[in-house]
Every structure is written in structure tokens, then in C-alpha cells.
């Protein structure tokens, strides 16, 4: 590994109206990870920070039809390391609500 590791950004997996699974593509050893995400408008200080301890984790709780930004945060998992290193962020939209009521005794419908 390099001095200076790279952090891949997140990649979206799959999304709803109120959740986004995100995946790191790269988790090295020896690092403690970090999915950090935001609305745009708020500032990374006030980002949700929710710890990532496998390579996919899902936001969920969130608004429908909204942009959110996302990074990854790594740091040493060794106690005398400070130091963090960011992701370039992403953008992912949450679904827009469906119209339509979502059957939910059967995949499909019958109408009469």
C-alpha cells in the first residue's frame, strides 16, 4: 500500500423510496470505515455517520424523492493515528412514491 491510501467512493446497490444500500468497493485491513451522508444543503458537521463494518450497509429512514450526498471515511484503527481519509462524495436520489397501492397478499393483481 502506498503512504497515502485512497479511499474509493460508495457505489449505490439498489434503492427505495426511503432507503439506499450503499457498497464500498475497497475496505483494507487495519481500517475503521465510515459511511457518512447528508442532505445537500446540510453540512458534513451534521451528516448521519453510520459505521460500516462490511463492504454493503443500507441508509434507511430517508425522505423519498430527495438527492443525498455520501462519502466514505477511513481511518488506522490504531489508537495513535488521527488522521481521516475521505471518499469523493456522490449524489443518489431516493425512488419517487408510486401512485398506485402495492399489492400485498400476491405479486399480482386481478381486477374484475
Known amino acids: 500500500m502506498s503512504d ?64 443525498y450526498h455520501i462519502r466514505v471515511m477511513a481511518k488506522a484503527s490504531n489508537a495513535s493515528s488521527s488522521e481521516r481519509i475521505y471518499s469523493e462524495e456522490v449524489a443518489v436520489d431516493t425512488e419517487v412514491p408510486g401512485c398506485t397501492p402495492t399489492p400485498t397478499c400476491c405479486s399480482s393483481c386481478t381486477i374484475q
Open 4 to 67: 497515502k491510501m485512497l479511499v474509493p467512493p460508495p457505489r449505490c446497490v439498489s434503492r427505495t423510496e426511503v432507503t439506499l444500500v450503499m457498497e464500498i468497493p475497497k475496505m483494507e485491513p487495519g481500517y475503521e470505515y465510515q459511511l457518512q451522508y447528508k442532505e445537500p444543503h446540510d453540512d458534513w458537521a451534521s451528516a448521519t455517520v453510520l459505521p460500516a463494518t462490511s463492504t454493503q450497509a443500507m441508509l434507511d429512514e430517508l425522505n423519498p424523492s430527495c438527492s
